[in-house]
């Protein structure tokens, strides 16, 4: 923990929250990183809530580990706003392996404006709302 995060840090464990890593205490945050540690965010959470997802976005590659682990992708409506006929830029992404945002939500991945929202999404059984091409067959 980062040492101005301290404060933080000592709050979430006094409410019963969790610290997670796979680094000892100390190691230097690096870029290359967030995406291990949003690998960690995709499994531990059962959703993941997409706010913006611009080109080469760690967003979207948090959105494809939550798939892998049969976790919900959900859109927040403020990266989604249509503005004179067309998306905002949040959605466009660079070819890559990775679904993109209208991938995503031609597939069926809901679009939340708050946490009542978020709550009847999260409703419905876990990965419902997953992209369907990436489920995997259970029998």
Known sequence: VPYGNRGLAAS???NGGLLCSEYIPGTPAEPWRFVQRNRLIAALSPATVVVHAPEGSGALITADFALNYN??????KAGIEI???TKTEGLKTKKSRLPSAEHYLAEGAPVIENYADYVRVMENPPGTFSVKDR???LF
Do not use: T
Not at 71 to 76: I, L
């Open 83 to 85: 503005q004179s006929g």
């Open 12 to 14: 979430i464990l006094k």
């Open 135 to 137: 489920q995997p067959e």
């Open 71 to 76: 976790r919900d992708v959900v859109f927040h």
